[in-house]
């Protein structure tokens, strides 16, 4: 009764399923008896047909199992139409390994000529000694509209055995319409095992485009990502010695590099007295191919996008020095959308001119590379780009610099900017002096 306890919650995921008639042939092990059924009903003011087979098989080693298929078409009083078919096969073989598969798909079609179709697979398996293995894929497409349509796909699996469990999804869209196209995709994982467990999810969004983050959800999610980084090495005293060619001002003294400015500092390196916060997604918005600052339109995508290349390119080619006055800006991580972990972190400063250098560090492999960037007086836009690439390009306000946490743009391409956050990340215990 375990066993199918099990495989009834894995299917009962996936009820809509397809391609019965492939399904169906699984039954070829072996077959005796049947029963079927077609029947015609009115649903309320729509009117629907369905028909549903079933056939036990059993096996020549001694398994026994059922196989059944089913379709179903029902019209709404709205002239709207859904159509389902499906299959699933079930059994427990002589070895006493219980599994199950179920395959199928619906389709809704409004009387607009509107669409949408989802098909799906799962299945499950249960052996003798209480181990487990299950999954599910499937897919959704549809149509609405003005050309506007979506698409979408996911996979997943989960694994149960003597010392823990284990389980992780992929789920991937693309959505088009007169606006543009965006494209996103999220990844999860879990594992337990005998000494504790571990999840973690990661999503990521493509295309143009802001988006409104509280700064309460960023706040909460700044303190996980500052546990997350706490133990990097970078920018620490004894870091710099061991990477020589990494950003400093000469005369910072130990820890200065994490300080965070306020406004007023800025103001001493001769930018107004009135801050300009850019808060993507809330005061400043993308829409149509534009960018509007306080509902009004100040430049399309790719204009915006050129002013801070322009800013990173006149940063770039600035003739500096380290022993110049240079105010600290902090340390930041960099996260996209919920994530709680971040693997590049920034290290800013400014200088009365308001050239912007600094360090980028990859914790994933350990490297450094300069920074280099402007921040424009009157604007208050800061952009950057790191070692000698053109892109991507880094943009935030510069006053927004001078908080805990902040959004943040980052422009691949003129066609291509997506949102992310900074998180300020706290000087490490003996850095604070």
Same mark, same amino acid.
């Given at each position: 009764m375990k066993k199918w306890t099990v495989l009834a919650f894995v299917l009962g995921v996936s009820m809509f399923v397809y391609d019965s008639e492939?399904?169906?042939?699984?039954?070829?092990?072996?077959v005796g008896g049947g029963a079927s059924g077609a029947a015609v009903h009115t649903y309320g003011a729509g009117t629907g047909t369905a028909s549903h087979?079933?056939?036990?098989?059993?096996?020549?080693?001694?398994?026994?199992? =059922?196989?059944?298929?089913?379709?179903?078409?029902?019209?709404?009083?709205?002239g709207a139409t859904v159509d389902y078919r499906g299959a699933t096969v079930g059994g427990t073989t002589g070895g006493g390994t219980s599994g199950a598969k179920h395959v199928g798909g619906v389709q809704v079609?409004?009387?607009?000529?509107?669409?949408?179709?989802? #098909?799906?697979?799962?299945?499950?398996?249960?052996?003798?000694?209480? +181990?487990a293995v299950a999954g599910k894929s499937?897919?959704?497409?549809?149509?609405?509209?003005?050309?506007n349509s979506f698409a979408t796909k996911y996979q997943g699996g989960v694994a149960v055995g003597p010392q823990g469990a284990v389980a992780g999804s992929t789920r991937v869209g693309a959505a088009s319409g007169p606006g543009g196209v965006a494209v996103g995709g999220t990844h999860a994982g879990a594992a337990v095992g005998p000494y504790g467990a571990v999840a973690g999810r990661s999503t990521v969004v493509d295309g143009h485009g802001t988006?409104?983050?509280?700064?309460?959800?960023?706040?909460?999610?700044?303190?996980?990502?500052?546990?997350?980084?706490?133990?990097?090495?970078?920018?620490?005293s004894g870091w710099y010695g061991r990477n020589p060619g990494a950003w400093y001002a000469a005369g910072w003294t130990a820890g200065a590099v994490w300080r965070a400015p306020v406004w007023p500092a800025c103001v001493g390196y001769g930018y107004p007295v009135q801050p300009v916060y850019y808060n993507y997604g809330e005061n400043v918005v993308y829409q149509d191919n534009s960018v @509007?600052?306080?509902?009004?339109?100040?430049?399309?995508?790719?204009?915006?996008?050129?002013? &801070?290349?322009?800013?990173?390119? &006149?940063?770039? &080619?600035?003739?500096?020095?380290?022993?110049?006055e240079w105010l600290p800006l902090g340390v930041f991580a960099m996260v996209q959308g919920e994530e709680t972990r971040s693997n590049y972190i920034f290290q800013l400063s400014i200088n009365k001119q308001g050239v912007i250098r600094? +360090? @980028? @560090?990859? &914790?994933?492999?350990?490297?450094?590379?300069?920074?280099?960037?402007?921040?424009?007086?009157?604007? =208050?836009?800061?952009?950057?780009?790191?070692?000698?690439?053109?892109?991507? #390009?880094?943009?935030?306000?510069?006053? +927004?610099?001078?908080?805990?946490?902040?959004?943040m743009l980052v422009h691949y391409s003129p066609e291509r900017s997506q949102q992310?956050?900074?998180?300020?990340?706290?000087?490490?215990?003996?850095?604070?002096?």
């Amino acid at each position: 009764m375990k066993k199918w306890t099990v495989l009834a919650f894995v299917l009962g995921v996936s009820m809509f399923v397809y391609d019965s008639e492939t399904q169906g042939g699984r039954g070829r092990v072996g077959v005796g008896g049947g029963a079927s059924g077609a029947a015609v009903h009115t649903y309320g003011a729509g009117t629907g047909t369905a028909s549903h087979t079933t056939t036990p098989i059993v096996g020549a080693g001694g398994g026994t199992g =059922q196989a059944s298929k089913g379709s179903a078409s029902y019209t709404t009083k709205g002239g709207a139409t859904v159509d389902y078919r499906g299959a699933t096969v079930g059994g427990t073989t002589g070895g006493g390994t219980s599994g199950a598969k179920h395959v199928g798909g619906v389709q809704v079609t409004g009387a607009g000529g509107n669409s949408a179709t989802h #098909v799906g697979t799962s299945g499950a398996a249960v052996g003798p000694g209480g +181990n487990a293995v299950a999954g599910k894929s499937g897919a959704t497409v549809g149509t609405g509209p003005g050309g506007n349509s979506f698409a979408t796909k996911y996979q997943g699996g989960v694994a149960v055995g003597p010392q823990g469990a284990v389980a992780g999804s992929t789920r991937v869209g693309a959505a088009s319409g007169p606006g543009g196209v965006a494209v996103g995709g999220t990844h999860a994982g879990a594992a337990v095992g005998p000494y504790g467990a571990v999840a973690g999810r990661s999503t990521v969004v493509d295309g143009h485009g802001t988006y409104y983050h509280s700064t309460t959800a960023m706040r909460t999610q700044g303190d996980f990502v500052r546990q997350g980084v706490a133990g990097y090495p970078c920018y620490r005293s004894g870091w710099y010695g061991r990477n020589p060619g990494a950003w400093y001002a000469a005369g910072w003294t130990a820890g200065a590099v994490w300080r965070a400015p306020v406004w007023p500092a800025c103001v001493g390196y001769g930018y107004p007295v009135q801050p300009v916060y850019y808060n993507y997604g809330e005061n400043v918005v993308y829409q149509d191919n534009s960018v @509007y600052v306080d509902g009004t339109k100040i430049a399309s995508t790719q204009e915006y996008v050129q002013q &801070a290349s322009t800013l990173t390119d &006149a940063g770039f &080619a600035a003739k500096v020095s380290k022993d110049e006055e240079w105010l600290p800006l902090g340390v930041f991580a960099m996260v996209q959308g919920e994530e709680t972990r971040s693997n590049y972190i920034f290290q800013l400063s400014i200088n009365k001119q308001g050239v912007i250098r600094g +360090n @980028y @560090y990859d &914790a994933v492999t350990d490297t450094t590379a300069l920074v280099y960037g402007s921040a424009d007086k009157k604007t =208050q836009r800061a952009a950057w780009t790191v070692g000698e690439r053109k892109t991507p #390009v880094y943009e935030v306000g510069l006053a +927004n610099l001078t908080k805990d946490v902040t959004t943040m743009l980052v422009h691949y391409s003129p066609e291509r900017s997506q949102q992310f956050s900074l998180v300020r990340v706290e000087a490490p215990p003996d850095e604070k002096k």
